[in-house]
């Protein structure tokens, strides 16, 4: 079983829907979650990090189940913007902060 | 913002030729790290590097590979022998801790093709 498994997509969703994207760990020794975006062939880059408790920054809402081992990721209002690999990142307990990355989303907002 | 640099962007090398991938970590940043993603695949952990030595080591990362701090600015990813599958996208990153919470910073990459 994959550490951290992601629905590769494609989603296409027209500019202004709402879209979720979901990610299942499977060691629960993970401590840390988060959602990075990767632009073709650029660099990952933190999007957010991932509370226990959930936690919003303006479109981006992020959600942890600890019981259940899986991370969402939710945009509201999408822009033709957003449209990149959303990576699911974990950080195992033990492991000197080293990321471990899910294969990502790929999202394409159209118009 | 501060960034880290990596050099060169692209590397064309032969296969069996030595290569050394070059970073320039943010400057006060104390850990460093390789990653590498093979075209289509995910992101994969090559190394990290704290206080001029090795941290943590991932099975990719053989004796083919090593890593240096050569001085205090540079920080090296050196193929030894390069195969067909170390061809991939190689990203160096670096934070000032060594704490979760503290963001990893990417620098833009070093395309390697090995033919």
């Known amino acids: 079983r994959k550490e951290v498994e992601q629905d590769p997509g494609p989603f296409n969703v027209p500019e202004g829907a709402t879209v979720a994207f979901n990610c299942t760990y499977s060691?629960?020794?993970?401590?840390?979650f988060f959602w990075y975006r990767q632009d073709c062939r650029k660099e990952p880059k933190l999007l957010m990090s991932?509370?226990?408790s959930g936690n919003e920054d303006g479109r981006f809402t992020a959600q942890l189940n600890r019981a259940s081992q899986y991370i969402s990721l939710l945009i509201r209002d999408s822009k033709l913007s957003d449209s990149a690999t959303y990576l699911c990142?974990?950080?195992?307990?033990?492991?000197?902060?080293?990321?471990?990355f899910g294969t990502g989303t790929r999202l394409q907002v159209t118009l | 913002e501060p960034e880290v640099t990596q050099t060169p962007s692209h590397q064309v090398t032969q296969m069996g030729q030595e290569v050394i991938l070059r970073c320039v970590p943010i400057?006060?940043?104390?850990?460093f790290y390789w990653y590498r993603q093979i075209l289509g695949q995910k992101v994969e952990f090559l190394v990290s590097?704290?206080?001029?030595?090795?941290?943590?080591k991932s099975e990719i990362f053989d004796d083919q590979f090593s890593v240096e701090r050569p001085d205090g600015s540079n920080f090296t990813l050196k193929i030894r022998s390069t195969k067909l599958e170390d061809s991939a996208m190689y990203f160096c990153?670096?934070?000032?801790?060594?704490?979760?919470?503290?963001?990893?910073?990417f620098g833009n990459g070093t395309r390697l093709t090995v033919t």
């Open positions: 990153a670096s934070r000032s801790q060594g704490l979760d919470n503290s963001p990893l910073h």
């Open positions: 590097f704290y206080n001029n030595e090795i941290s943590e």
């Open positions: 990142v974990v950080i195992i307990t033990g492991t000197a902060s080293k990321l471990t």
């Open positions: 991932v509370y226990s």
């Open positions: 060691n629960s020794a993970s401590q840390s």
């Open positions: 400057s006060n940043h104390l850990y």
